[in-house]
Every structure is written in C-alpha cells, then in structure tokens.
C-alpha cells in the first residue's frame, strides 16, 4: 500500500528534551512538507523540502529542524527553543508537476509534560 | 504575501439545505486545493481545480474556480449529517501551500 506514515502517533515532551517526529511516505513523491495546527486552528507551514539534501523554512521554522538524506523520509525535531510546542503536527508529500495536491500522513499529536 | 480567507469560520446547517462556503485569496495563483478533516484526523483531498472557470463535483460537493476574482465557493447540496468537518481550502504559493483558517460545519438532523 503507498501512502504517508507518522510515528508516534503521540509524543510527551519534557521541559528542555528535543523530539524528533518521524515521517516516511512510499507514493515516490519529490516535495515534503511539515505542518503544525493548533486546536481549532488552520495549517502554518513549518519546513519544506522540494528535493533531497535541500529544505527551505515555512512562516513558523523557529525552534525546529529538519532533515532529507532519503527521498522517502522527512523527519522533524522540536527543539528546546520552541517554547509552545504543543500542538498536531501533520507531514504531507506531493509529486511535481501541474497538480501539486498534498497528501496528508495520520498526524503526530505532541503534549508537553 | 498570499493570504487565503475563508467564511464562514463556523456553519451549521440543517439537513437538506443547501450553503456555500468561501474563498478568497490575495495574490494570482490557478491551483486551488479543497481538503475536508474529521475532528482528530488528517486532511484528505477532496478537489483539485487548476484553471479559470474550473468546476468538479463529488456526490453533494461541488467546487469552483474564479481566478479573475481570486474567488473559489465550495457548495453543499441537501447536507447530510455524514458532511459533518471541517473544510479547507489551500492555494498554491511559490512552491508551497497557504491554507485558508477552515470552516467548521455541523449538520443537524
């Protein structure tokens, strides 16, 4: 089956740890992409990543880092310095080309202990 | 900078009605992405329209395209209780998306 998946599907952080939510799809798509919502909120764009080795910052990059050695994995760390980490934390991919619809994984839910 | 608006924020509806959900945004783009999500779910894509005048339809869903008026409507035909979500629109910015805030729809029976 092709499709996105997140891991875990909850996250504890504790004051001052750095977390890393993990993210790998098999649909062969070039572009990923890492999205935080708040509850009742919309999608802020945190990182994306058009190919591999290249990432570029979304409008909320601070306090978070990324990664993409493989084509099939985009992982996400939330550091210390992101103070208000708590949140829904969605990874999407999408082909290149005319229709750049994004395909969304189940979504990592991260609490601060 | 693009900005992406939709309204109504929150609807609710009785079943069998019909409504239409808006969007606008700020900048040229001619790709506009409709995605519905159940509360505590990922986002999954419902439209996809790529041109001027560009129309799709799914079951009591149907989706439009205006870029001349950077407009797109999304429109619920007889609502049913199963519609019940909340919809976003998204717009292709540059090579990323910008996200409309959502609109939560309820229908009651």
């Known amino acids: 089956d092709g499709g996105i998946t997140q891991s875990p599907k909850y996250l504890f952080r504790k004051e001052g740890q750095n977390v890393t939510l993990s993210c790998e799809q098999n649909l062969n798509h070039d572009a990923m992409y890492w999205y935080r919502q708040d509850p009742g909120q919309g999608l802020r764009l945190i990182y994306y990543?058009?190919?591999?080795?290249?990432?570029q910052k979304g409008d909320i990059a601070e306090g978070y880092s990324v990664s993409r050695e493989k084509k099939e994995s985009f992982p996400l760390t939330v550091t210390s310095a992101q103070k208000n980490p708590t949140a829904f934390y969605l990874c999407a991919s999408s082909m290149s080309g005319t229709s750049k619809t994004q395909y969304f994984g189940p979504g990592t839910r991260l609490l601060v202990l | 900078e693009l900005k992406v608006e939709q309204n109504p924020l929150f609807l609710s509806m009785q079943e069998g009605k019909n409504y239409t959900i808006y969007c606008n945004y700020s900048t040229t783009s001619d790709r506009l992405y409709w995605y519905r999500q159940d509360p505590g779910k990922s986002l999954e894509s419902l439209f996809v329209l790529l041109s001027n005048g560009a129309v799709k339809q799914e079951g009591r869903l149907m989706a439009s395209l205006d870029t001349k008026a950077r407009l797109s409507t999304l429109h619920i035909t007889a609502a049913v209780h199963d519609l019940s979500a909340t919809y976003f629109c998204?717009?292709?910015?540059?090579?990323?998306?910008?996200f409309g805030a959502g609109t939560r729809l309820t229908v009651k029976p």
């Open positions: 998204a717009v292709d910015y540059n090579n990323d998306m910008r």
């Open positions: 990543s058009q190919i591999v080795n290249d990432f």
